[in-house]
Each structure stands twice: as structure tokens, then as C-alpha cells.
């Protein structure tokens, strides 16, 4: 199973990139950094083609597992990693780019975790699952690393 882990966070050597590098060196997966791109925020009239996100999405279509990893910030991923998401709707509203949205059914895809605390926040898991799985993937495993206070 070809897999990538996709990951955001504002400390490029921080604990999410850790957790990560643990995770491609046992499994041999490939990663893509989310904060080396520009992707900006979804807009109605998808204002924002001229960005990465169509480009890295594409990319990342070509994997049959995708591990999503982000830490927590305030409850929920990364506002990049939210961004990201968020831009899978422009492959809704148009109906043309609908064949290329339907290549996510049956990928397999996978939450990674981490902060301060011993689980994710319920709303953070809930998000990334119900919307993965709205899109046709199916949920392999939800991991959460838990690192002490730093303060």
C-alpha cells in the first residue's frame, strides 16, 4: 500500500515532525510538508486556482493511504491543514472536476495527533473522520502522541 503522510504544523522540527519521521522510517511512506505550500482559504467563486493546493492534491491522489497529521491548535488541525480541507470543496461545486474527487473512494486514510494532553479533542477527530469518510475513504487507525509541556 503506497502511503504519504501529510502534515502541518508552525514548528517545521517540532513534535508533529517527529511523530512523523517515526512513522515514515517504520512504514517507509513519503510526506508532504503542507506549510512549505501556499494554499489559501476557500472562496465561493474559487478565486484562488494560482495557489498549490490543485497541484498537491493531485499528488496526493496517487497514494492508497493518507496520513493526515497535525497538531492540536485550539481544538482543532492546523489552519493549514484546515485550508486544505477546506479546498477539497471546490472538487464539489464543480462537476467537471467531480471524476478527479471520486478517486479518493476506498483510500484508505489515517489521523496522526499530538499535544500536550493524552487524547485529540473529540471535534478534531470528528471533523477529520466524518469528512474523509463523506468523501468514500475508509479510517485505518487514529494515533495521538502525547508530548509533556515544554513551559
Same mark, same amino acid.
Given at each position: ?7 502541518? *504544523?508552525?514548528?517545521? @522540527? ?8 517515526? #512513522? ?8 508532504? #510538508?503542507?506549510?512549505? !505550500? ?8 474559487? &478565486? ?8 498537491? !492534491? =493531485?499528488? /496526493?491522489?496517487?497514494?492508497?493511504? /493518507?496520513?493526515?497529521? *497535525? ?11 484546515? +485550508?486544505? !480541507?477546506? &479546498? ?12 478527479? =474527487?471520486?478517486? =479518493?473512494?476506498?483510500? +484508505? !486514510? *489515517?489521523?496522526?495527533?499530538? *499535544? ?11 471533523? =477529520? ?8 475513504? @475508509?479510517?485505518?487507525? @487514529? ?5 509533556? @509541556?515544554? #513551559?
Amino acid at each position: 500500500m503506497k502511503t504519504i503522510v501529510v502534515y502541518s *504544523s508552525s514548528n517545521k @522540527q517540532g513534535n508533529t515532525a517527529d511523530a512523523c519521521k517515526k #512513522y515514515i522510517a517504520q512504514s517507509g511512506a513519503d510526506s508532504l #510538508y503542507l506549510d512549505d !505550500f501556499i494554499i489559501h482559504d476557500y472562496t465561493y467563486e474559487h &478565486r484562488h486556482t494560482d495557489d498549490d493546493f490543485r497541484g498537491l !492534491f =493531485l499528488e /496526493i491522489l496517487e497514494y492508497d493511504h /493518507i496520513v493526515f497529521a *497535525s497538531p492540536v491548535y485550539w481544538y482543532a488541525v492546523t489552519p493549514r491543514m484546515k +485550508a486544505f !480541507f477546506d &479546498r477539497i470543496s471546490e472538487y464539489m461545486d464543480d462537476k467537471s472536476l467531480h471524476p478527479v =474527487l471520486r478517486r =479518493l473512494r476506498g483510500k +484508505a !486514510f *489515517s489521523i496522526h495527533t499530538n *499535544s500536550i494532553s493524552d487524547t485529540a479533542p473529540e471535534p478534531m477527530v470528528a471533523m =477529520l473522520i466524518k469528512t474523509c469518510e463523506y468523501l468514500g475513504m @475508509q479510517v485505518k487507525e @487514529q494515533k495521538h502522541f502525547h508530548y509533556p @509541556q515544554a #513551559y
